[in-house]
Structures are given as structure tokens and as C-alpha cells.
């Protein structure tokens, strides 16, 4: 886990120090939806890239592709609702209150 940002640097030195390796990179950090993506790398070559856009440059199903995918990358076992994420995967407090309740009333 890293903050903020990939750290891309990183992972092309250690692909440069491992030529004829291909590593495949998955990544998603705190902030579901962006800063995500998968590429791979050989020899300190990035390909196969695909990569999130600013949140903000996203289209509605690119943000829905992207909260899904980093979100079933950081929390694989969790349910999406327990974050606030209803089944469009856009955060909303109904959703959370929703999942609260629902807790609330199995728990009794």
C-alpha cells in the first residue's frame, strides 16, 4: 500500500532488474475509482495498459467500471454497501443507512 499515488518508478526499476520477467500490475489506492488500473511490465516496459482517468474526466459507466474494479481489488471480501456503494456503484448514504439497517434488523 502506498499513499496517494502508484509508484510507478518503483515498479519499472524492479521490472529493469528482472529483464525477461513479465509482471502484471493490478492497483487501486484509498480513493475508490481512481488512481487504478492494470498494465504490464517487462524489462521496464509498460503495455497492456488500462488505466482510470480522473475521476472527474470519467464518463458514468468508466466510473462505474472503475469504482467496481478498485473496490473488489482493496476489499475483496466486503460488500459494497457496507462502503455506501448501491448496485450503479455510486456512493450514496442511502445505500449506507440501507446496509445499516438491514444489519440492525439481522443482528435482532
Given at each position: 500500500?502506498?499513499?496517494?499515488?502508484?509508484p510507478?518508478d518503483?515498479?519499472?526499476?524492479?521490472?529493469?532488474?528482472?529483464?525477461g520477467v513479465?509482471?502484471?500490475?493490478?492497483?487501486?489506492?484509498?480513493?475508490i475509482g481512481?488512481n487504478?488500473?492494470?498494465?504490464r511490465?517487462?524489462?521496464?516496459?509498460?503495455?497492456d495498459?488500462?488505466?482510470a482517468?480522473?475521476?472527474?474526466?470519467?464518463?458514468?459507466d468508466e466510473?462505474k467500471?472503475?469504482?467496481?474494479?478498485?473496490?473488489?481489488?482493496?476489499?475483496?471480501?466486503t460488500?459494497?454497501?457496507?462502503y455506501?456503494y448501491?448496485?450503479?456503484?455510486?456512493?450514496s448514504?442511502?445505500?449506507?443507512e440501507?446496509?445499516?439497517?438491514?444489519?440492525a434488523?439481522?443482528a435482532?
Amino acid at each position: 500500500e502506498t499513499a496517494w499515488a502508484h509508484p510507478n518508478d518503483m515498479m519499472i526499476a524492479l521490472s529493469e532488474r528482472l529483464p525477461g520477467v513479465t509482471i502484471n500490475v493490478r492497483y487501486a489506492d484509498e480513493d475508490i475509482g481512481s488512481n487504478c488500473g492494470t498494465y504490464r511490465l517487462k524489462s521496464g516496459v509498460r503495455f497492456d495498459e488500462d488505466i482510470a482517468d480522473r475521476h472527474g474526466d470519467q464518463s458514468p459507466d468508466e466510473r462505474k467500471k472503475w469504482a467496481e474494479f478498485a473496490f473488489r481489488l482493496c476489499h475483496p471480501d466486503t460488500d459494497p454497501a457496507s462502503y455506501g456503494y448501491g448496485p450503479d456503484w455510486e456512493y450514496s448514504e442511502d445505500a449506507s443507512e440501507a446496509y445499516e439497517q438491514r444489519q440492525a434488523n439481522a443482528a435482532h
